[in-house]
């Protein structure tokens, strides 16, 4: 699985031990400190939070969660970073909240919280700032930040039903979804797509909502109703920002690059708390670095000029446009032309995904034609007197000069430690070839624009720590410059019996996939269904389900799998209301799901979560750990699979009432040296090896 365990396998032994040694708390904050004494108070027996008429009898002290809010105060007070592992029932949300509040009342910045999941963001926002304003007899302002083209455009919307439609939408049925969405624009609360009662297709979507290159701000004759500005106004004012991760990282990243500080997205802030943080190297890998589609280049052609359906902004009379639509559709072939060879490499190798380790795999075809596109539109954009159009034509130009740099970028390789690949998606229906560039030094990237700034930095999230110590979990992110904190989880080992079937084949062994067919049977008929089934790969997934299909018909059980009809929450809320249902899932369901109560009684983890060492940028990763001196598998490959494993068996148990069981079906676990290392990372569960 690995492709490093046979080597590596008799070697976990000092090295391992002598890295993690369990970090130490900081030492108790002075307890006369006001920030610090409010966050005790609203915790402690006796305090705020027990003698609210709001609480009631569903007042539980947890000590872990006092602990946490006092380190928290402690941070923000002195001006320090912190990083902490709340287990699942600490209630790490109010932990960072109440510091948070009463830090932002004598600040003149907002303190912003970002988030990984849309979930976790709805809790905050409509459930537990409200709850804290009614406890605290408090009226802070709170305020969601969603990137801008979450919101509509009146000029837009405005322009594509109007004067402007045939350009915007030549068919019938996409103008029909444009007004559909005007007429709901008079009665939607803040104008967002997650407020639209109805779908709409993401090319009518894209024509309709706000982007940044084509936003006039304070010209625009719209800006005083505007719905991406009033929620801007309100970032302002708000005490509290609730963000995600991309929101977050395209606000860093344009810190970090401009000098002109008007034109980042987030308002400057006082303070950080990024909860879900164990994602946090993937997210900055993924938005700090480049990704350049073929079907994001099409939509952009299109827009300009499509010949096939003759639309377009440029479908305007005069030889200056005629003479721009040539140079477009030339653009539009050469782009076909450009990515089919590129997926020749990928047909050629057989794979979907294709490291690329040196300059010119294919011929640029694209930037001396994207360069002249990029001269005519500057010209033709000032012969333009129409303002709107101006301001939607200077957008496709930015857009213009983006693509032609990073297709430079990544042709001539001029990324310095970034790892490039290219990738094709497992769609036959349309083309989703992509070309990618991450950098690989994250943590000095993280430390420099992030951990050793001027206002304080809270990571926290429910498993960061690997052999009870958050070593592997700081030198992959760059934290420093503060305090670490493991708390103890609020719920009891003994909620949860673990089965480790021991005659399991090695998932190598040709025997493996019937092997799992026949345990997962014996353990949801165990359960009666109430199960997670979690896989590593979606061909394993999809090739379970359709052996047993007709097993989970003859029980009566409903099976839900990932990648058909239903969408990730729509399986969630079946799978809550049929409490006997099971749901097959990959990645996404290792993580960010709450599923409280009986419904969810079973975790089956198929394979332990190893990452995929051919993937490009784990090799590449892998390769720069060998390069310092490391040990890929012990300082990669098995954190990795313990965080991963420790994120998927937490699904299970939410409350101290729940009560269910866990499967690992790899005997690797007791099998391997490293498995014991595993097993001691997880909490002390019974464990039965059947």
Same mark, same amino acid.
């Given at each position: 699985?690995?492709?490093?365990?046979?080597?590596?396998?008799?070697?976990?032994?000092?090295?391992?031990?002598?890295?993690?040694?369990?970090?130490?708390?900081?030492?108790?904050?002075?307890?006369?400190?006001?920030?610090?004494?409010?966050?005790?108070?609203?915790?402690?027996?006796?305090?705020? $939070?027990?003698?609210?008429?709001?609480?009631?009898?569903?007042?539980?002290?947890?000590?872990?969660?006092?602990?946490?809010? !006092? %380190?928290?105060?402690?941070?923000?007070?002195?001006?320090?970073?912190?990083?902490?592992?709340?287990?699942?029932? +600490?209630?790490?949300?109010?932990?960072?909240?109440?510091?948070?509040?009463?830090?932002?009342?004598?600040?003149?910045?907002?303190?912003?919280?970002?988030?990984?999941?849309?979930?976790?963001?709805?809790?905050?926002? !409509?459930?537990?700032?409200?709850?804290?304003?009614? +406890?605290?007899?408090?009226?802070?302002?709170?305020?969601?930040?969603?990137?801008?083209?979450?919101?509509?455009?009146?000029?837009?919307?405005?322009?594509?039903?109007?004067?402007?439609?045939?350009?915007?939408?030549?068919?019938?049925?996409?103008?029909?979804?444009?007004?559909?969405?005007?007429?709901?624009?008079?009665?939607?609360?803040?104008?967002?797509?997650?407020?639209?009662?109805?779908?709409? !297709?993401?090319?009518?979507?894209?024509?309709?909502?706000?982007? =940044?290159?084509?936003?006039?701000?304070?010209?625009?004759?719209?800006?005083?109703?505007?719905?991406?500005?009033?929620?801007?106004?309100?970032?302002? !004012?708000?005490?509290?920002?609730?963000?995600?991760?991309?929101?977050?990282?395209?606000?860093?990243?344009?810190?970090?690059?401009?000098?002109?500080?008007?034109?980042?997205?987030?308002?400057?802030?006082?303070?950080?708390?990024?909860?879900?943080?164990?994602?946090?190297?993937?997210?900055?890998?993924?938005?700090?670095? $480049?990704?350049?589609?073929?079907?994001?280049?099409?939509?952009?052609?299109?827009?300009?000029?499509?010949?096939?359906?003759?639309?377009?902004?440029?479908?305007?009379?005069?030889?200056?446009?005629?003479?721009? @639509?040539?140079?477009?559709?030339?653009?539009?072939?050469?782009?076909?032309?450009?990515?089919?060879?590129?997926?020749?490499?990928?047909?050629?190798?057989?794979?979907?995904?294709?490291?690329?380790?040196?300059?010119?795999?294919?011929?640029?075809?694209?930037?001396?034609?994207?360069?002249?596109?990029?001269?005519?539109?500057?010209?033709?954009?000032?012969?333009?007197?129409?303002?709107?159009?101006?301001?939607?034509?200077?957008?496709?130009?930015?857009?213009?000069? %983006?693509?032609?740099?990073?297709?430079?970028?990544?042709?001539?390789?001029?990324?310095?430690?970034?790892?490039?690949?290219?990738? @094709?998606?497992?769609?036959?229906?349309?083309?989703?070839?992509? $070309?990618?560039?991450?950098?690989?030094?994250?943590?000095?990237?993280?430390?420099?624009?992030?951990?050793?700034?001027?206002?304080?930095?809270?990571?926290?999230?429910?498993?960061?720590?690997? =052999?009870?110590?958050?070593?592997?979990?700081?030198?992959?992110?760059?934290?420093?410059?503060?305090?670490?904190?493991?708390?103890?989880?609020?719920?009891?080992?003994?909620?949860?019996?673990?089965?480790?079937?021991?005659?399991?084949?090695?998932? @190598?062994?040709?025997?493996?996939?019937?092997?799992?067919?026949?345990?997962?049977?014996?353990?949801?008929?165990?359960?009666?269904?109430?199960?997670? +089934?979690?896989?590593?790969?979606?061909?394993?997934?999809?090739?379970?389900?359709?052996?047993?299909?007709?097993?989970?018909?003859?029980?009566?059980?409903?099976?839900?799998?990932? =990648?058909?009809?239903?969408? @990730?929450?729509?399986?969630?809320?079946?799978?809550?209301?049929?409490?006997?249902?099971?749901?097959?899932?990959?990645?996404?369901?290792?993580?960010?799901?709450?599923?409280?109560?009986?419904?969810?009684?079973?975790?089956?983890?198929?394979?332990?979560?190893?990452?995929?060492?051919?993937?490009?940028?784990?090799?590449?990763?892998?390769?720069?750990?060998?390069?310092?001196?490391?040990?890929?598998?012990?300082?990669?490959?098995?954190?990795?699979?313990?965080?991963?494993?420790?994120?998927?068996?937490?699904?299970?148990?939410?409350?101290?009432?729940?009560?269910?069981?866990?499967?690992?079906?790899?005997?690797?676990?007791?099998?391997?040296?490293? =498995?014991?290392?595993?097993?001691?990372?997880?909490?002390?569960?019974?464990?039965?090896?059947?």
């Amino acid at each position: 699985e690995s492709g490093y365990e046979e080597e590596f396998d008799e070697q976990l032994t000092d090295e391992i031990i002598a890295e993690n040694i369990r970090t130490q708390a900081p030492p108790a904050p002075e307890r006369h400190d006001l920030l610090v004494h409010l966050a005790i108070n609203f915790f402690e027996p006796g305090g705020d $939070l027990s003698k609210s008429d709001i609480t009631g009898r569903n007042y539980e002290f947890r000590p872990q969660q006092m602990q946490m809010a !006092e %380190a928290t105060a402690e941070a923000l007070k002195n001006n320090h970073n912190l990083c902490v592992e709340a287990p699942t029932g +600490v209630g790490k949300s109010f932990a960072y909240l109440i510091p948070a509040v009463h830090y932002s009342a004598n600040e003149s910045k907002p303190v912003v919280i970002s988030t990984e999941t849309i979930n976790l963001q709805e809790q905050l926002m !409509e459930k537990d700032i409200p709850f804290l304003r009614k +406890v605290l007899k408090r009226d802070f302002k709170a305020a969601l930040a969603k990137g801008r083209s979450n919101y509509i455009c009146m000029r837009r919307l405005l322009m594509a039903t109007g004067e402007l439609q045939t350009e915007f939408f030549p068919h019938e049925a996409s103008l029909a979804e444009a007004k559909r969405i005007l007429k709901w624009a008079d009665t939607t609360k803040d104008g967002s797509k997650s407020d639209m009662p109805f779908n709409v !297709e993401p090319s009518v979507w894209f024509g309709v909502c706000c982007e =940044g290159g084509n936003c006039q701000g304070p010209r625009c004759s719209f800006f005083r109703d505007c719905f991406y500005w009033n929620a801007r106004k309100a970032w302002e !004012e708000a005490d509290i920002i609730i963000a995600n991760h991309a929101l977050f990282f395209a606000d860093l990243k344009m810190k970090d690059q401009e000098a002109n500080m008007e034109n980042t997205l987030l308002p400057p802030y006082s303070a950080i708390i990024i909860d879900e943080a164990h994602t946090l190297e993937d997210n900055a890998a993924e938005h700090l670095g $480049l990704r350049i589609s073929q079907a994001g280049m099409t939509h952009f052609i299109r827009r300009l000029f499509n010949p096939r359906a003759g639309s377009g902004l440029l479908m305007k009379p005069g030889q200056d446009a005629i003479k721009l @639509r040539e140079t477009v559709a030339e653009i539009e072939g050469l782009t076909h032309s450009f990515f089919g060879l590129i997926e020749g490499i990928i047909d050629e190798k057989d794979d979907n995904i294709i490291r690329v380790l040196r300059p010119h795999i294919v011929p640029d075809l694209l930037s001396d034609s994207l360069a002249t596109l990029k001269k005519q539109l500057e010209q033709y954009i000032k012969i333009q007197e129409d303002k709107d159009y101006r301001t939607e034509m200077e957008t496709l130009y930015s857009q213009c000069d %983006a693509y032609m740099d990073g297709i430079f970028k990544f042709i001539n390789m001029t990324l310095e430690k970034h790892v490039y690949w290219i990738e @094709r998606g497992n769609t036959s229906e349309h083309s989703t070839i992509s $070309l990618h560039a991450a950098p690989l030094n994250i943590s000095v990237l993280l430390y420099q624009c992030l951990f050793s700034k001027d206002f304080p930095v809270i990571v926290t999230s429910a498993t960061l720590s690997v =052999g009870q110590t958050l070593d592997y979990y700081r030198s992959r992110v760059g934290y420093g410059n503060g305090s670490e904190l493991i708390l103890d989880s609020p719920f009891s080992p003994d909620q949860v019996k673990l089965y480790i079937p021991k005659a399991m084949p090695d998932p @190598r062994d040709d025997g493996y996939f019937a092997a799992v067919l026949e345990q997962i049977k014996i353990f949801v008929e165990m359960s009666n269904g109430k199960a997670f +089934v979690l896989f590593t790969n979606h061909a394993m997934l999809k090739s379970c389900a359709e052996h047993l299909e007709d097993f989970f018909d003859d029980l009566g059980i409903t099976l839900l799998v990932q =990648g058909r009809e239903m969408s @990730r929450s729509a399986m969630l809320e079946t799978f809550k209301q049929d409490i006997n249902s099971v749901i097959f899932g990959t990645s996404s369901f290792w993580t960010g799901v709450d599923v409280p109560g009986e419904a969810l009684s079973n975790v089956i983890v198929t394979k332990l979560p190893f990452p995929v060492p051919s993937h490009p940028l784990i090799e590449a990763r892998n390769e720069r750990i060998t390069e310092l001196g490391g040990n890929p598998f012990m300082h990669y490959s098995l954190p990795e699979a313990v965080l991963k494993l420790r994120q998927g068996v937490g699904r299970l148990i939410r409350s101290k009432s729940d009560t269910g069981i866990i499967v690992i079906l790899d005997k690797r676990i007791i099998s391997k040296r490293y =498995g014991s290392f595993i097993l001691d990372s997880l909490p002390r569960y019974q464990v039965n090896i059947c």
